[in-house]
Structures are given as structure tokens and as C-alpha cells.
């Protein structure tokens, strides 16, 4: 599978949204389009903008010039993890707008998002915004500032609410915060809070995730009842089994560091099943310190600096672990476990 992020035209990316995205909406405004394609297919758009928000950055101190919203990560049905996809944009834009420092997101519980993308590619938390309201017409979302500005109902608002519209309150959305250089990041770092998890979606008025594992675009995905007994039992089969620890022995050998990183592969695994992208991230950077352990007990030849593992390589590489060697795992869970 070959991936590919390229600049792409206005249509390519209403196209993607329209299809793609819960909202189906494009948004309005100045943007940086950022298209995806796997093995030469067109799979979706990645978008930043100034947002509807001109004080979107002086929280942060910094100027409506400085900072930028990822509005929409819209894709059809793909292969590479969503966090690679965002990764490579952030870098594009890093590259294209230099003088962007930060980028915000927000991801919407009453969609049934946590932000686990944001969770698995160390975006920082930082709590959610405050509960609003928007306003509905025939079950369907109007566009607050489309219809009324910032002057809803009163002198100078852009246009009526339609007849039928209704006002509904809205619970707030989880906001995420990607610095773009050492400094914004040495200064925000101390906002940054523990990731929410999927369980608390309910907490907060947003949809349970069948199963408690995540949906895709605020939309369940139907998987076949095998599928689904499966990643149940894969589930029951890590409660049960010894947890791993938070680090590598020092003194951990090539025999103890190849158990532990089939353990941490396969726990990996379950915490993308069960939604838990905490868990994720963890088990990733476990990997990450394996990969690096090994490196210590036997250096290659010549070492790449540009292949240097991060988390997103070592959980790529992981994700790749089949239904069939998982059933194994299930089996054999009793002398061992996950």
C-alpha cells in the first residue's frame, strides 16, 4: 500500500466532505486543502483553517495570523492510520505556512467522538468548551453562522431563522492542541490534560459506541457477528491476562524483550478494539522503548538517523497483527495471556 498526501483543488475536498464527513458540510473561509491518496486512489482531504473563531489563538497569546483550525479530516474507507494521515498534513503545513505556530481541534461528543486521532498522534488535551446550543430544522444541523453571525436576534443578523428551526443545547466539544514549534510547546505543555476516554462519552451526552469500541465519522460501522465475537473475546482474554509494565527492565535480554513486545503488540491491538486510545498511545510508546532496548543489546550496522522509531511507526507496524494470529493469542491466553 502506497501513501500519498498531495495539495488538492476546492472541489476535491467539498467532494470528500460531502461524502465522507458527518457534517457534509464544507466550511467557509481561507483554507489549506490537503488531499490523500492510496495507491493512487483518491481516499479524502485533510483541512485547515482560520475557523469562525478570529480569538481562536489569544488563550494561547498568540495572534488570529499565528494559529489555525483543523476543521475537517474527512476519508472514505482506507488503510493507513488516521494519525499518519494528520502527521504528514501538519508537516505540510508546518512547511507551507511558517508562521503558523498552533493548531487547534475540537472533537464532538454529541457525535460520539473523544479525539482518539489527536490521543494517538500526541496532540495535547486541554478539557472542553463550554456547552453551547445550535439549531435544528427537520432533525437536520443548521449552520449557526451561516443563518444568524455572532448577532443571533438582534439588529444586523446575517439572515432569519427559518420557520421550524428549534434551538437545542449542545454539550461542549473536547478541545486538542498541536504546537508547531519548541517553544509554543515548552509553554503550553503544562495545559495539557488526561485524555478522555470513550466511556465517558455517556457522562457527557454523547452516543455509547456499540460494544464500547469507536465508530468511524460519528456512524457505527456493521461488522459480522464473528468479528464482533472475536474482538469480545480478545477483549476478556487481555482482562484477564498480567499487565505490562509501564517500562523495560534495564536488564531485560533479546528472549524477554521479543515476549514483552508480542504482549504489547497484541495489548495494542485490543486498545484500538476497545476505543481506549490512552491505552493506545501508552502501549505504543512501550513499543517505541522495546525497539529501543534492542538497539542497545545488539546495534545495526548502520543506523539511519531518519528511521529513528516514534510511536506511530512502532504501532503501525503492530496494527499489522492478524484475526488469526489474535485467535492464537485467545487460545493460549491461560499460559501467558496478552
Known amino acids: 500500500m502506497s501513501l500519498k498526501l498531495d495539495w488538492c483543488s476546492h472541489a476535491a475536498a467539498t467532494w470528500a466532505v460531502e461524502s465522507w464527513h458527518y457534517s457534509g458540510r464544507m466550511p467557509a473561509g481561507k483554507m489549506v486543502r490537503v488531499g490523500a491518496w492510496e495507491d493512487g486512489a483518491f481516499i479524502g482531504a485533510v483541512i485547515f483553517s482560520q475557523g469562525g473563531n478570529m480569538s481562536l489563538g489569544a488563550p494561547y497569546g498568540l495572534t488570529s495570523l499565528e494559529v489555525c483550525e483543523l476543521v475537517r479530516v474527512a476519508l472514505k474507507d482506507h488503510k493507513a492510520p488516521v494519525s499518519r494521515i494528520v502527521a504528514i498534513a501538519l508537516r505540510m503545513l508546518r512547511k507551507h505556512c511558517p508562521g503558523t505556530r498552533l493548531v ?37 444541523r443548521l449552520q449557526k453562522r451561516a443563518y444568524t453571525g455572532n448577532r443571533f436576534g438582534q439588529p444586523g443578523s446575517k439572515a432569519t431563522l427559518p420557520p421550524g428551526a428549534v434551538k437545542v443545547p449542545t454539550v461542549g466539544k473536547h478541545r486538542y492542541l498541536m504546537p508547531l514549534d519548541a517553544e509554543t ?12 476516554k470513550r466511556s465517558a462519552l455517556v457522562a457527557v451526552g454523547g452516543p455509547a459506541p456499540a460494544g464500547g469500541r469507536a465508530t468511524r465519522s460519528g456512524r457505527s460501522k456493521v461488522k459480522s457477528a464473528a468479528a464482533h465475537a472475536l474482538a469480545d473475546a480478545i477483549v476478556e482474554a487481555a482482562k484477564a491476562a498480567p499487565a505490562l509494565p509501564d517500562e523495560v527492565p534495564d536488564d531485560a535480554d533479546e528472549s524477554a524483550l521479543a515476549g514483552l513486545h508480542a504482549r504489547a503488540s497484541a495489548a495494542l491491538r485490543v486498545a484500538e478494539l ?27 550496522p548502520a543506523v539511519d538517523p531518519n528511521e529513528a522509531p ?29
Do not use: C
Not at 507496524?317 to 489474535?326: M, Y
Open 104 to 140: 487547534v481541534s475540537f472533537a464532538d461528543p454529541s457525535e460520539g467522538h473523544t479525539g482518539g486521532i489527536y490521543q494517538a498522534g500526541g496532540w495535547l488535551y486541554t478539557g472542553r468548551s463550554s456547552d453551547s446550543y445550535e439549531f435544528r430544522l427537520n432533525g437536520a
Open 185 to 196: 510547546k515548552a509553554r503550553l505543555a503544562p495545559r495539557a490534560m488526561p485524555y478522555p
Open 310 to 338: 516514534d510511536i506511530r511507526a512502532a504501532a503501525e507496524r503492530a496494527k499489522r497483527i492478524d484475526f488469526e494470529t489474535l485467535e492464537n493469542i485467545i487460545a493460549h491466553h491461560g499460559q501467558g495471556g496478552i
Open 274 to 300: 476497545a476505543g481506549d486510545f490512552s491505552a493506545f498511545a501508552s502501549f505504543g510508546r512501550l513499543l517505541v522503548s522495546i525497539e529501543e532496548h534492542r538497539r542497545k543489546i545488539a546495534p545495526p
